[in-house]
Nanobody, 123 residues
Framework: QVQLVESGGGLVQPGGSLRLSCVAS????????MGWYRQAPGKERDLVAA???????NYADSVKGRFTISRENANNTVYLQMNSLKSEDTAVYYC?????????????????WGQGTQVTVSS
């Protein structure tokens, strides 16, 4: 089993910054992509940013230039640095890891989700 532990959420004023962290632990041989999604009340869960093992990144248009995703492959950790936060960034942020292989030759890689961390941007 693989567990994801997220941290770093909280309340911040507009224009402020937060840094989210997510550590994957358990039986892990390799992880393909790692990323962050968010879900605001009454809305669907949407991709915020993702990063592959090789460092290729993908961002939602609404966060480009403000958010930066990074990862430490050796520690199975992904970060999301969020700057210039806006009220519309308020949501529950979920960590996601894709195609996790638990051992060499694992032909059934799985995706996992964290439990979510609340980010509230308000004055």
């Amino acid at each position: 089993q693989v567990q994801l532990v997220e941290s770093g959420g909280g309340l911040v004023q507009p224009g402020g910054s937060l840094r989210l962290s997510c550590v994957a632990s358990g039986r892990i041989f390799s992880i393909n992509a790692m990323g962050w999604y968010r879900q605001a009340p009454g809305k669907e869960r949407d991709l915020v940013a993702a990063i592959t093992t090789g460092g290729s990144t993908n961002y939602a248009d609404s966060v480009k230039g403000r958010f930066t995703i990074s990862r430490e492959n050796a520690n199975n950790t992904v970060y999301l640095q969020m700057n210039s936060l806006k009220s519309e960034d308020t949501a529950v942020y979920y960590c996601n890891v894709q195609r996790v292989r638990r051992y060499p030759g694992d032909f059934a890689p799985r995706d996992y989700w964290g439990q979510g961390t609340q980010v509230t941007v308000s004055s």
